[in-house]
C-alpha cells in the first residue's frame, strides 16, 4: 500500500444540517452530500444509517457525518486558522496564538489562532496520545515526515494535486479507557487517499495495529472502497481507495 494524499479530516457532529450551515457561514463550500451512505452495520461505527457532507475551503476539506449518541473518547482535536465561534476555554492568550474553542456545532473542542479574520482554513491538528512516540512512528508508517526544525513531536504529510496537506502535533494525553468509534462525536479522524488496499490491511496488521476489513460502497457516484486502522494512542485513519470495486 502506498498513501497518496490527505482526502479530508472527519467530524461527526450532533446535527447534520445545523453542522453544515455552521460550516457554510464561516465560508465553507458545500461540494456533495449524501443521505444513507452506509446503511447496513460496520464495525467501527456505534450506529448504522449514516448520512455525511462533504465541504471545501481552498485545499482544506472537512466530511461531517451524523453522531451516535455515545460521546467517545477524541484523540484528534482540528487546529483552525482564525478564531471560530465558541465559547473561550483558555483564557489570555496573545493575538496569534492558539485558544481552545468549544465548537459545539462540530460536537468538539477546536484550537484556533487567536485573531478574528475570515479565513477559518485548517492549518493542521493535535493528536492527543497516551503513546507519542509510538503514534508518530505510525504516522510514519503512513507517509508523514518528521519535522525536525520544530520543538516537539510534529510531523506533516504534504499537499499534493490529489490530497490537502496536514501537519499533526502529538501532544501527551491520557490512555483510552474504550476503542473509538468513527462516529463518536467530535473530530473522529483523518482520510488518506491510498493504492491497493489489501497489501495495506496485511501491513497494518503485521505492525500490531488493528484495522478493520474492506468495504465496497458509493459516495458521489463513485466507487469508493475503505478500511480503518486504529493507531497506538487509539487515534483512527481512514484509508481510501477510489475505483476499486
Known amino acids: ?40 452495520a460496520r464495525p467501527y461505527f456505534r450506529e448504522v444509517g449514516k448520512s455525511m457532507a462533504y465541504l471545501k475551503r481552498g485545499r482544506s476539506a472537512i466530511e461531517l457525518i451524523n453522531a451516535s449518541s455515545h460521546p467517545g473518547p477524541v484523540s484528534w482535536m482540528p487546529i483552525f486558522s482564525s478564531r471560530l465561534p465558541g465559547e473561550v476555554c483558555s483564557k489570555g492568550s496573545a493575538s496569534g496564538e492558539e485558544v481552545e474553542v468549544r465548537a459545539e456545532e462540530l460536537g468538539t473542542a477546536c484550537r ?60 501527551a494525553g491520557p490512555e483510552l479507557i474504550e476503542k473509538a468509534y468513527v462516529d463518536d462525536l467530535g473530530l473522529s479522524l483523518i482520510a488518506m487517499l491510498a493504492t491497493d488496499l489489501d497489501a495495506g490491511v496485511k501491513v497494518m496488521n503485521a505492525a500490531g495495529y488493528c484495522s478493520t476489513e474492506i468495504y465496497d460502497y458509493q459516495i458521489n457516484g463513485r466507487p469508493i472502497s475503505n478500511f480503518v486502522v486504529q493507531g497506538p494512542g487509539g487515534e483512527l485513519v481512514e484509508l481510501i481507495q477510489i475505483g476499486r470495486a
Open 112 to 171: 484556533c489562532l487567536d485573531v478574528m479574520e475570515e479565513d477559518a482554513e485548517l492549518c493542521g491538528v493535535r493528536l492527543s496520545s497516551a503513546k507519542p512516540e509510538a503514534s508518530a512512528a505510525f504516522l510514519e508508517s503512513l507517509g508523514f515526515k518528521r519535522n525536525a526544525d520544530i520543538v516537539g513531536i510534529s510531523l506533516t504529510y504534504p499537499p499534493s494535486i490529489v490530497g490537502m496537506g496536514l501537519t499533526v502535533t502529538i501532544v
Open 1 to 40: 500500500m502506498v498513501t497518496i494524499g490527505i482526502d479530508h479530516i472527519q467530524f461527526s457532529v450532533p446535527e447534520l444540517p445545523a453542522s453544515t450551515a455552521f460550516l457554510e457561514g464561516l465560508g465553507w463550500s458545500l461540494d456533495f452530500q449524501q443521505a444513507n451512505f452506509a446503511p447496513t
